[in-house]
């Protein structure tokens, strides 16, 4: 039988929290950060490889596998997680925050989305009802509710009408949600910048009833400052008792930020696009391994990370594989930033447990702003 969903809150140190979500598929200790892997597959990686970083959970999207190979297909196939071989735990996006992206090609009404297939053109129809089945059919172990992103910048009256489309939608998503143990939805928080609309946000969806809160309409252009100043606004209104999960967040420095603002679950594309890039994330900022000093260079990327490229490959050959366009080498920089996340994960649960929280933030934001240090 699988166990009940629920998150424990273990302490805090000043805001920032440690707890752990159980889930019917495994335990996910927080602060923790999401590998995206859009398509049933994160980019560069077999899931046993992102299992070795010391990732629990993994996010797919609605959008992404609903046009292809489509929610029947996967169903049959036994869901994402069996279909991709990933053992732990699964949290779906709603397609929300694509359908946004997609500008002229979708149509916006109170009955949902009708949008425009970016792979070839045809026309579908996505509501809070569909997009809840759709992840059902994913067999999503977190169900995300479906909502407008509201686009940055916008002004109070157009987040407010955005905000109430989004409680609306929330509503319809939790009455389609099939409850099963071990399984959990979440509603999203909207309101764009302004205080107040955030907070009648979270007062609508705590009626409503979820397993879990995402912050929403956040990291789409408003700045970090400007994040932080909502975040400080927004989560002293959500239960204590259940995760805040902050979408799409972040760089390295968003998320220590963003933990100590109360938040406890993450995602972002960043350490798998920027692997893929040559870009790596390092104690001491980032280090672009396509620049000509690390041709001849002789050390890891980092000394003090334990994945496989820097424990076995040096910068020198690094270099070679991004030089010579060889795959491997956007695997292991993909390697490398996805354990760089979840050892900063770990560091920062270490910190918040120890209650030495601010201290640790002060040193990490000294290394990032010494910079890549440079061969001598």
């Not at 980092?302 to 366009?325: I, M, V, W």
Request: proline share 5%; aromatic share 8%; hydrophobic share 35%.
């Amino acid at each position: 039988m699988l166990s009940e969903f629920n998150f424990e809150l273990i302490t805090q140190d000043e805001q920032a929290r440690l707890g752990a979500l159980h889930t019917g598929f495994g335990r996910i200790d927080t602060p923790a950060f999401m590998p995206v892997g859009t398509a049933a597959s994160v980019k560069g990686m077999m899931p046993e490889a992102v299992a070795q970083t010391g990732a629990q959970i993994i996010l797919s999207n609605t959008y992404h596998l609903m046009l292809r190979p489509g929610p029947d297909r996967v169903e049959r196939l036994g869901g994402v997680r069996k279909m991709m071989n990933w053992k732990g735990p699964l949290l779906t996006d709603s397609g929300g925050f694509q359908v946004m992206s997609l500008g002229p090609l979708r149509k916006l009404d109170e009955n949902g989305v009708t949008f425009k297939s970016h792979l070839d053109g045809s026309y579908h129809l996505l509501t809070p009802e569909i997009s809840t089945q759709i992840q059902h059919k994913l067999d999503a172990t977190i169900t995300m509710a479906f909502d407008e992103c509201t686009p940055y910048p916008a002004t109070k009256s157009q987040a407010a009408e955005s905000m109430e489309l989004s409680m609306r939608w929330a509503l319809r998503s939790r009455k389609a949600f099939t409850q099963r143990q071990g399984y959990g939805q979440f509603g999203i928080v909207q309101g764009s910048i302004y205080p107040d609309l955030r907070r009648e946000s979270i007062e609508q969806l705590h009626e409503i009833g979820f397993e879990g809160y995402a912050i929403g309409g956040l990291a789409v252009g408003e700045g970090q400052k400007l994040m932080f100043e909502t975040l400080t606004a927004t989560t002293p209104h959500m239960l204590s008792d259940k995760p805040r999960y902050l979408m799409g967040v972040g760089k390295p420095s968003d998320i220590v930020g963003a933990v100590m603002r109360g938040i406890d679950m993450f995602d972002c594309v960043l350490p798998t696009r920027s692997g893929r890039t040559g870009q790596a994330f390092t104690r001491f900022g980032t280090v672009n391994i396509r620049n000509a000093r690390h041709a001849d260079d002789l050390r890891p990327l980092d000394e003090a990370c334990s994945c496989t490229a820097c424990k076995n490959y040096s910068r020198g050959y690094l270099h070679h594989l991004f030089k010579a366009d060889e795959i491997q080498g956007l695997t292991l920089l993909t390697w490398h930033n996805l354990t760089y996340y979840q050892e900063l994960m770990n560091s920062i649960r270490v910190a918040i447990k120890k209650r030495q929280l601010n201290k640790f933030a002060s040193t990490f934001h000294k290394n990032q702003a010494k910079g890549d240090i440079p061969l001598v």
